[in-house]
């Protein structure tokens, strides 16, 4: 199965935080790029760098041979896929589809059995960097599928990443961007409290940030979020309301193994607790709002 990489056109489905700067690299290195969004007004930033818009997900499908989505939920990607306006009913025979959303295991695998059927190439390709790694191209892209699909694609997927793995069979990278997320859960609480307990302290936390993170403490969370709650900034590298959407696919899909994942159920708890005051639209750095709001004095 060869690549024929520099004949590629990439469609594109989804350009929001992290989709628009994910598409703009290909752009960048000279690809045509097809975009869809459901709202034409968070295209246009790729829009003005040269990607051309489709009205419909099955005109995209139609016209481009690698199909990359970056959608938010697991319904939407299943409506983009197996629904009857969707990538594999508009398809061409022999096209990439790679889904980079952070989904549901079982779901990949669902559509890597219908792209099949369809004589379609399908990799599940979740990510994780954040906002910083998709401006970047940095991203950490965990990869499932057939390993001649994964050679094919491996020149595209290194245009956005930089560690791009094949972690086995369809749903393998699902699975792998589940561990990850466990991995943040419990991570950012640790970092909440080290921030609330170095001010409870008197500490300067920026200071104390420069002498944790350079040890065993540091991390990704706590060298690239920690400063962003210091400085009181909450915008959205990753969405709070996105987060608990992943915990929810984690916790479902340890329960079906029989885990127990009693971090992650507390980090979920606190999440929601977020949420429900109004937060789901900030960054998930704004956990430290919880525990500000929760102090003693």
């Not at 400063?227 to 996105?242: D, L, S, T």
Request: charged share 20%.
């Amino acid at each position: 199965m060869e690549a024929h990489t520099e004949k590629s056109v990439i469609g594109f489905v989804g350009t929001g935080v992290m989709g628009k700067s994910m598409a703009s690299h290909f752009i960048k290195a000279g690809y045509p790029v097809l975009v869809y969004t459901r709202s034409k007004e968070k295209a246009e930033e790729i829009l003005a760098q040269g990607a051309v818009w489709k009205e419909r997900v099955a005109d995209l499908a139609g016209e481009a041979n690698v199909i990359i989505t970056m959608v938010g939920y697991p319904h939407d990607v299943e409506e983009v896929y197996l629904g009857e306006q969707g990538v594999i009913a508009h398809a061409k025979p022999g096209t990439y589809l790679i889904d980079m959303t952070t989904s549901k295991p079982s779901l990949a695998q669902r559509i890597y059995e219908e792209a099949k059927k369809h004589a379609l190439h399908s990799l599940d390709a979740p990510v994780s960097g954040g906002d910083i790694g998709a401006r970047d191209a940095k991203l950490t892209i965990m990869v499932g599928g057939d390993q001649e699909a994964f050679d094919a694609m491996a020149p595209l997927l290194g245009i956005m990443g930089t560690n791009v793995i094949l972690q086995g069979g369809p749903g393998a990278g699902q699975h792998t961007k589940m561990c990850n997320q466990i991995t943040i859960a419990s991570n950012m609480i640790g970092v909440c409290e080290a921030i609330s307990y170095a001010k409870k302290a008197g500490l300067d936390p920026t200071r104390v940030l420069d002498s944790i993170g350079a040890g065993a403490a540091g991390s990704w969370s706590l060298n690239n979020l920690a400063p962003r709650m210091i400085a009181g900034n909450y915008a959205p590298g990753f969405y709070i309301k996105h987060m608990i959407k992943d915990m929810s696919i984690a916790l479902e899909s340890a329960k079906e193994m029989g885990l127990l994942t009693p971090g992650l159920e507390l980090a979920k708890s606190l999440y929601d607790e977020m949420a429900a005051e109004g937060e789901e639209n900030s960054g998930t750095q704004a956990l430290i709002k919880w525990y500000e709001r929760n102090q003693r004095p």
